[in-house]
């Protein structure tokens, strides 16, 4: 069974830092990139950073760059997002996916994704 299970959300204050945490199993890892988006109910999805297979190039939304650092740990088969400084903007159900590959941020067509954590940022 594939799994995704992102961990490490909650409340934080503005200029506080979070660790997101995406475990997966029931697939093979090392063959997929893993990236995260974010939604808020009835919103549109955003990308928000992607990392390609077995660790390779690693890619940022705009909005996150600077802030938020994607990293993986294949033995674990673990991706985290490390997010720093953060906003009120940055408020959302963040979740990861899988997908075949990644060349930007943008996490649609994802073959796989979680069921979210929720990340709440107060001014």
């Known amino acids: 069974e594939v799994q995704l299970v992102e961990s490490g959300g909650g409340l934080v204050q503005a200029g506080g830092s979070l660790r997101l945490s995406c475990a997966a199993s029931?697939?093979?890892?090392?063959?997929?990139?893993i990236g995260w988006f974010r939604q808020a109910p009835g919103k549109e999805r955003e990308g928000v950073s992607c990392?390609?297979?077995?660790?390779?190039?690693?890619y940022y939304a705009d909005s996150v760059k600077g802030r938020f650092t994607i990293s993986s740990d294949n033995a674990k088969n673990t991706v985290y997002l490390q997010m720093n400084s953060l906003k009120p903007e940055d408020t959302f159900n963040y979740y990861c996916a899988a997908r075949l590959f990644c060349n930007s941020a943008y996490m649609g067509l994802a073959r796989y994704w979680g069921q979210g954590t929720q990340v709440t940022v107060s001014s």
């Open positions: 990392i390609s297979a077995s660790g390779g190039p690693t």
């Open positions: 029931g697939f093979t890892f090392d063959d997929y990139a």
